[in-house]
DNA sequence: TATAAAATAATAGTTTTACTATCTTTTGCA
DNA sequence: TGCAAAAGATAGTAAAACTATTATTTTATA
């Protein structure tokens, strides 16, 4: 990102991503959109896998400056979860003069394909290399908010995670496998009906023992507990 | 699945995928250590994506049908439910000798690499051919156990396609990314823990609205009310 | 049973992708 | 002005992805 090449680089890689798709989307391709060389984009990354986990720390990263901006000086735990959830459903205008990534692309990438970074054989020796530390820091961010709301609550990062790739996969459901989600992507209000729903379930989920312990009807109960 | 070598193909395409990875795969590879031609596979898989995603629909389908057997004559949709959270967790013994699918490779391959049959630009041309019928109708059926439990329940679709992703998820990040899980990879009871997590889950999402209903702090009421 | 048609197998290609090597030119800046 | 680093141009290799062609086997039926 220092150098105008380097910029021109990720700029066009992610516009390219977003029209081609991961698999069709090659270095050489990009050279050509670019109008430089092949060569010269191995310079800056060993490989395509490289530049694309390169790409989601910088959104991953992105969201977490967005959700600290977001919550700075929030003082209610539950109204900062719930300013995450925002967060992770909306993506912002952005100024195309002056914002080197387009952040909608970008958006759309990781909805539909993010998930490649860490899905495949060579996991651990990325991990090793520290590919998936800002994904791995902005999890634990939001797991510290449910520990927050509810500090006996014992699954804060399975929580945090699971909300996450919840709120990508029925985004990209409702566009692409309407069957898999309950949401209409055609909905006016599509985003705040999504942002409606992850709410239900991480409040849900994160009083369940708290109600657990309220609601005593014992047939409900028993179907709770193993 | 009718000819001797459609079977040898896809028994060693399942432990080749699962030794190598999808990306490392190739029809190459797989003639070689079957002792065939790269071409012939060629008559049976047009390439190696429709392989993979008729690995994932035998997949879906045998869980269906363990779905159906081991629900077979329980009465309680509850209890139907924590079921299909056994069979989603759990793999079987298998018999080497019968068996032409190695279903606990097919299981790991599932679990590391079975979003990417549908997590890409031509989602919407495979989902017109029909490739992921059986994963949809599969979820159809455990919202269905659902909606019995619950009626009322607004989301059922996407609990049910939540519960299969999350299970999956969970496993895998124990084992490659733990920080974005409470699980233990290295416990003795891990599947039981990661069973009695899923069901803590659903069914305290289930139960969330009625819950609520009867739950009437006003805080925490204001929490999960938008 | 003979034989043509159809299905399947093996062989040998082509094209594209992923990556590397090498040399030349440009450019930032001491 | 000089010079090191960055970038560009060119050309290559190896493997992957796919195809066309020919050979062999199976099957269908006269």
């Known amino acids: 990102m220092k150098t105008e090449l380097g910029k021109k680089l990720v700029q066009n890689a992610v ?16 050279a050509v959109k670019m109008g430089s060389a092949e060569a010269s984009i191995y310079r800056y990354f060993e490989n ?28 209610s735990a539950s109204k900062r979860l719930k300013i995450v959830i925002d967060v992770i459903v909306d993506t912002i205008n952005r100024n195309t003069s002056i914002d080197v990534i387009n952040e909608e692309a970008l958006h759309r990438i990781v909805v539909r394909e993010g998930i ?34 509810s500090p006996d609550f014992l699954y804060s990062r399975t929580l945090a995670s699971t909300l996450i790739e919840t709120a990508n996969n029925n985004l ?16 006016k209000d599509f985003s705040s009906q999504l942002k409606q729903m992850l709410e239900f379930f991480v ?17 409900l109960k028993e179907d709770m507990l193993k």
């Open 15 to 30: 516009e390219l991503i977003d029209l081609l798709g991961l698999e069709q989307f090659t270095f050489r391709k990009l």
């Open 48 to 75: 395509k896998h490289q530049l694309f986990v390169y790409l989601l720390n910088w959104y991953w990263e992105w969201m977490a400056v967005r959700i600290d901006f977001n919550t700075l000086n929030v003082e």
């Open 116 to 149: 490649k970074a860490y899905h495949h054989k060579l996991v651990d020796e990325d991990n090793k290399e520290g590919f998936f530390l800002s994904y791995k820091s902005l999890c634990g961010k939001i797991a510290s908010i449910i520990k927050e709301i």
């Open 172 to 187: 990209y459901f409702a566009h692409h496998l309407p069957r898999l989600t309950d949401l209409k992507a055609e909905a």
């Open 203 to 219: 409040f849900g989920v994160i009083h369940a023992n708290i109600m657990m312990n309220v609601y005593l009807d014992s047939e």
